[in-house]
């Protein structure tokens, strides 16, 4: 398995991740009340998204399907923006991300890895997400949940991963975390 995961660690850092570290899974603090923070929709997703609340599942029930493996891949990436404003720089950065996750969900399975990838925020792998017109998701083997869908506390994680949560003035950045045994 380590060597499966050191090769899957050099692909990331081949394909733009900024960093890349493994944790234990015992590190990773979860709290059912980040479900509350979803239904605040801060975000604008909640209920139209099928990888969001409150389609994702239980919060309880998430979370405890977590227990199962003993270690985490954690990788974040970093964009640059032209301003705090650049609305479209953080969009783009949001699909490379996506495509980024998606390439891990792809390697793992070509190494015959048995693992849970959870990213960051909505789903992204479709412009529009099925959700919002009622219909079946698209790419149900394809679609990603969401860290936060699952309770974990990404501050937490980016300091067990002895990453920075914020990388600096006009920047965006975000995690994903790779849940294998
Ligand atoms: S794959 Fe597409 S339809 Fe399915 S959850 Fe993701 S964005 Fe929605």
Redesign the pocket.
């Known amino acids: 398995m380590e060597n499966k995961i050191n090769k899957i660690t050099a692909e990331l850092y081949a394909l733009g991740a900024y960093k890349v570290n493994v944790i234990d899974a015992s590190k990773v603090v979860t709290d059912p009340l980040f479900r509350d923070m979803c239904k605040s929709n801060a975000c604008g997703l909640y209920g139209k998204?099928?990888?969001c609340p409150p389609d994702c599942g239980d919060i309880n029930q998430l979370i405890t399907s977590l227990e199962k493996y003993t270690k985490v891949l954690v990788f974040q990436t970093v964009g640059k923006l032209e301003d705090s404003y650049d609305f479209e720089g953080m969009t783009e950065h949001k699909k490379s991300f996506a495509r980024l996750t998606l390439k891990v969900k792809q390697m793992l399975s070509k190494e015959r890895v048995e693992a849970l990838v959870l990213g960051a925020g909505?789903?992204?792998?479709?412009e529009?997400?099925?959700?919002r017109d009622n219909?079946?998701?698209?790419?149900?083997t394809?679609?990603?949940y969401s860290l936060e869908a699952y309770g974990v506390n990404v501050y937490e994680l980016a300091k067990s991963a002895e990453m920075k949560y914020i990388n600096g003035k006009d920047t965006v950045t975000y995690f994903c975390a790779v849940f294998f045994d």
Request: charged share 25%; proline share 10%; with cysteine.
């Open positions: 998204c099928w990888t909505g789903c992204g792998i479709c529009r997400c099925s959700k219909e079946p998701c698209r790419f149900p394809r679609a990603i």
